[in-house]
């Protein structure tokens, strides 16, 4: 049976005191709604449809940047969750199965949750609640269950003592099937102090019409929802550490947890090493027994089996590091492939380019790959030998086994073998720099003595 997404996300977060849309805001490198479409693709949703209102085309550029495909419904008026759900009826014309309903400010539904309620629905229940027992069920909504028949949801203010003491709180996400979301939305009212249309309404209408509701459960922690810069803080804390402790279980060595940042996808092999202070930003893979050293920046990159990147390095995206090669101290790499054993070990840029296997780049190399309008590439062949402070002036190519005199600037094709040296011949004028400096200082004397003549000292 296919499902469809339906993510809530029109609210303006007033509380964040951004000018961003709220759900737009990030965790570990991905904006708050997206971390609930990731978790919705467990269920291989046919459609996705984003409900969205504040900063719409913000949200809008977003969604179609990342994913494409998903469906724009817009809710002019805030007028709560039901209206909200109603705006997704046009994207999802013709749309058969379940539809979920999930929110853009609460990133932490895991997909293993979703597929339970997919099967609770797959069982014969007509409506699907997800719950949480809460350590401090305070102000939430209570779920009223008879047996595993899901009776109603009574919202605190409305709550007996006795529902009161109930634990089993709502978080608001939601599955039925598509044509009964909305058939239970149409019946929902107003008539409350808010004048809103609440989407916790169709619980107590489905079961007034005979339909079938229960509630699959979840921990607490899952339902978290961002509505300020400290939730926001705390929801990075969460994933931060779950993500050290998850690497440290798959043989992941970080020698100091606490100070490695990880992105949404970051991958890391079993073996490898991390040292502190290291940032990986979205799109980080590092194979098996490679070194990332201290202090060092990845984001869009690969770095292979038994490569050392680091201390301070920094691999931007593109960035291809291959088996045992080296990346040291304060070399940065963009978009450029670096060869199985190549070296890269100080001080240099390498952008735009490849970089053959066993090469080495001396200290203080730059690949000139930009002209004002135009990138342009650098190839360097195996067990090339490229000078300290070369500027390679790109597009341009050293062969295999060729070198580059220090100091060089190189601006045409180097063949195999040869060596390339671009750069003013020495001059040596003895005792230039003793008469020259010798002038220098008379000429400090005399200003000294005209200002003491004339007391300006």
Known sequence: MPTQLVI?????????LSDRPKVLHEIAGLPLYAHAIAAGAALDPERIVLVLGHGAEAVRADAEARFGDVAIAIQSEQLGTAHATAQARAALEGATGDAVVLYGDTPFIRPETLVAMK????AGHDLVVLGFEARDPGRYG??????ASLEKIVEFKDATPEERAIGLCNSGVMMAGVSTLFDLVDAVGNDNAAGEYYLTDIVAIARARGLSAT????????????????????????????????????????VAPDTVHFAHDTWIGRDAVVEPFVVFGPGVTVETGATIRAFSHLEGCHVSAGAVVGPYARLRPGAEIGNDARIGNFVEVKNAEI???????????????SVGEAANIGAGTITCNYDGVFKH??????????GSDTMLVAPVSVGAGAMTASGSVITEDVPDGALAVGRGRQATKPGFATRFFEKLRAQKAAQKAAQESTGQE
């Open 142 to 147: 209570r779920l009223v269950l008879a047996g």
């Open 8 to 16: 809530l996300a029109a609210g303006e977060g007033t509380r964040m």
């Open 215 to 254: 509630a699959v459960t979840c921990p607490e922690a899952e339902t978290m929802g961002i509505n300020t810069r400290a939730e926001l803080a705390e929801a990075e804390r969460i994933f931060q550490d779950t993500a050290r402790a998850a690497a440290l279980a798959d043989g992941v060595t970080l």
């Open 377 to 386: 590439r650098t190839t360097i062949g195996a067990r090339a030998f490229i």
């Open 119 to 122: 099967a609770a629905r797959a």
């Open 339 to 353: 060869g199985e054993g190549a070296k890269v070990n100080h001080l240099s840029y390498v952008g735009d380019a």
